[in-house]
């Protein structure tokens, strides 16, 4: 599965982001088979898991530090995956990737498909 990030850019602490990932190509046509979620890699640091969505959009996932600030999303219908970034931190500061993987068994899964990333900048 081929995947697309967008929605990354310069914010201050306090403000909101919405990253966005599409699908395209052939997978796009099983895009909900897939359960998908989102990483970061801070500048110096190990990329770490954000969140993550099962394939059906109802069941969702979180790392502690972003729980009660970040909303994972998708819509099965346009192939996309979003994640909306609110409270924002400079912690927060990385380059955002999305990714895929073939079951809701996250932890034990490994990744199908990596998106390119998109920076996000949180000044304070």
């Known amino acids: 599965v081929q995947l697309q990030a967008s929605g990354g850019g310069l914010v201050q602490a306090g403000g909101s982001l919405r990253l966005s990932c599409a699908a395209s190509?052939?997978?796009?046509?099983?895009?909900?088979?897939?359960?998908m979620g989102w990483f970061r890699q801070a500048p110096g640091k190990e990329r770490e898991f954000v969140a993550a969505i099962s394939g059906t959009g109802m069941n969702t996932y979180y790392a502690d530090s972003v729980k009660g600030r970040f909303t994972i999303s998708r819509d099965n219908a346009k192939s996309t995956m979003y994640l909306q970034m609110n409270s924002l931190k400079p912690e927060d500061t990385a380059v955002y990737f999305c990714a895929a993987k073939r079951s809701w068994n996250w932890d034990s899964t490994p990744i199908a498909s990596w998106g390119q990333g998109t920076l996000v900048t949180v000044s304070s």
């Open positions: 190509g052939r997978a796009s046509i099983g895009y909900a088979m897939y359960a």
